[in-house]
């Protein structure tokens, strides 16, 4: 007979084997029932994979520097243009023990984990399963998402505070208080990433408003959802003020951002303004060559090359407190011009095509190139501000470089269609608002109001960014946004129909007529 011993290492190897055999054999029925799903994620990996490959350590754009360096490089102050959420939330931490080649790794497993949080959110909340890989189809293969995530720039954290915001408040019908403590503090943290996320704070706060049931527990939610949303934003500018010295705010830029959107409407030969403002006012042709971007930030914009003297003084005239002052003229005389304006822009993500219109920041800019992409004098080829010395400075990585077969792949996939087409996000935008209108009763609405809160989400943010100006950029939001609200859109509005073709279900006899017809029925037998 064998030995004990060799009987139970015999015996421990086979439920060894019994429970390997077990986890490989419930993966590949987790895989068989989200075939699609499994599918999608596995071509979004290999794309990532391939941009990771072609653009070492990472593509850098304009701004890029200011984010890697903070507020100095090369004595260059950057100023507080945008908030600096990413620099503290991602960029420092990192290249604490890593250069920015992991960053590009990590946004890349953002962009995936994204996509799997909202496919497990979407089957969690009645969504079938085809309709929810469907959903995150764009964020796991659009290349312009993938360009995001190969970037060293803000914009994959922002959607992923975006995208946690969402699953905490969504993951149950009525979120408890602790998930909307957790949510308002990930949509609170979206804006000292990127400005415009302080606009979430109304569709969450309306969507917990109405999911939360009573007047007590409303008030509540909504008081905690304030708060925790308020934390982060605050938080980040008493750091503004405090060790930045930028005073008390998230950004700088925001009278700048008012005067461009101002001028860019207005009709100046009209306008009543004063002879000292006349100058910031573009003629038509300037302001359709600049448009909204250009105004703030071309050098031949008139609110740079307009410099008035101080006949007092003697000194250059600061015209910040002019162009706020034109920018409110603007609103005031001719705001449907400013109305049309927007509504112009807030459009153009619905058309079929990727293109840059007259004015528009160059589309290019997130496009993949067959070479590595330089944006002077920011960004060189050569010399200090060579994206080599970039990547030297900010902890290693090597030489800029590029794979010129990923790169044409990725650029040639990009072109001919690796993007998500406008009409499918007017469509998800349209079943979205449909969803929201399926609302019957409190009780059993929790799709509806799941499409008031991803809706909501959305418009705040991309409505929110065209308020200033248009950018392909500033539509990346809507692949985590849009396709999810037209899937649970969809769903509530099948759900409804439904409902309302199931025949009525006649109430029950009453239980006393009930026993005198048997009662009756039985006396009347011989």
């Excluded at 790794?105 to 799997?116: K, S, T």
């Excluded at 993951?171 to 602790?178: I, N, Q, S």
């Excluded at 307009?306 to 005239?317: A, D, H, I, K, S």
């Excluded at 944006?375 to 090597?398: C, E, K, L, R």
Aim: aromatic fraction near 8%.
């Amino acid at each position: 007979m064998p030995a004990a011993s060799q009987i139970a290492a015999d015996a421990g190897a086979v439920a060894a084997g019994s429970r390997l055999d077990r986890i490989v054999w419930a993966a590949m029925d987790l895989v068989r029932r989200h075939w699609l799903f499994a599918l999608l994620l596995a071509a979004g990996l290999m794309l990532r994979v391939v941009a990771q490959v072609g653009y070492e350590p990472a593509l850098l754009f304009i701004d890029s520097k200011k984010y890697i360096f903070g507020t100095d490089f090369n004595n260059t102050d950057w100023g507080s243009f945008d908030p600096l959420g990413y620099t503290l939330l991602v960029l420092r931490p990192v290249l604490m023990f890593a250069d920015l080649a992991l960053v590009a790794l990590l946004q890349h497993v953002i962009g995936m984990a994204m996509a799997a949080a909202l496919y497990v959110l979407m089957l969690r909340r009645g969504v079938t399963r085809w309709l929810a890989a469907l959903a995150v189809a764009p964020v796991l293969l659009d290349a312009y998402q993938l360009n995001a995530e190969q970037t060293i720039m803000p914009d994959v954290l922002f959607e992923a505070l975006l995208v946690a915001g969402i699953v905490l408040l969504l993951w149950e019908p009525r979120p408890g208080l602790a998930l909307v403590i957790l949510g308002g503090l990930a949509l609170g943290a979206s804006a000292p990433v990127r400005q415009v996320g302080e606009a979430l704070i109304v569709p969450a706060l309306i969507y917990v408003l109405a999911a939360a049931q009573g007047g007590r527990t409303r008030l509540l939610h909504g008081a905690a959802l304030t708060l925790c949303f308020a934390l982060p934003v605050v938080g980040y500018m008493s750091y503004s003020a405090v060790i930045l010295h930028y005073g008390f705010e998230i950004s700088n830029m925001g009278d700048a951002e008012l005067y461009g959107r101002a001028a860019h409407a207005a009709d100046c030969a009209t306008l009543k303004i004063p002879a000292d403002e006349r100058p910031l006012c573009p003629s038509p042709s300037v302001s359709a060559s600049l448009g909204v971007d250009g105004l703030v930030n071309a050098k031949t914009a008139p609110r740079l090359l307009y410099q008035p003297v101080n006949v007092y003084l003697g000194l250059p005239e600061n015209t910040v407190p002019m162009q706020r002052q034109l920018a409110y003229s603007v609103l005031a005389q001719q705001p449907m011009r400013v109305v049309g304006d927007i509504a112009n822009d807030s459009v153009k993500i619905f058309a079929l095509t990727r293109n840059t219109e007259p004015g528009d920041t160059p589309i290019s800019r997130w496009q993949f190139q067959t070479s590595y992409p330089f944006y002077p004098p920011g960004i060189t080829h050569y010399g200090p501000n060579s994206a080599s010395n970039v990547f030297a400075a900010a902890g290693g990585g090597g030489e800029a470089r590029v794979n010129v077969t990923a790169a044409t792949v990725l650029r040639d996939y990009q072109l001919h269609g690796g993007y998500t087409p406008g009409p499918v996000l007017l469509l998800t935008l349209l079943a979205g608002l449909a969803g929201i209108l399926t609302f019957r009763r409190r009780r059993d609405a929790g799709l509806a109001l799941a499409c008031l809160l991803i809706t909501g989400t959305a418009v705040a943010v991309l409505l929110g960014a065209d308020l200033y100006e248009f950018s392909w950029r500033y539509q990346l939001p809507a692949l985590v946004t849009l396709p999810i609200a037209g899937a649970f859109g969809a769903t509530a509005v099948a759900q409804y129909i439904q409902a309302r073709r199931r025949p009525a279900v006649p109430p029950p006899a009453d239980a006393g007529t009930a026993s005198e017809l048997a009662t009756a029925g039985s006396e009347q037998v011989p």
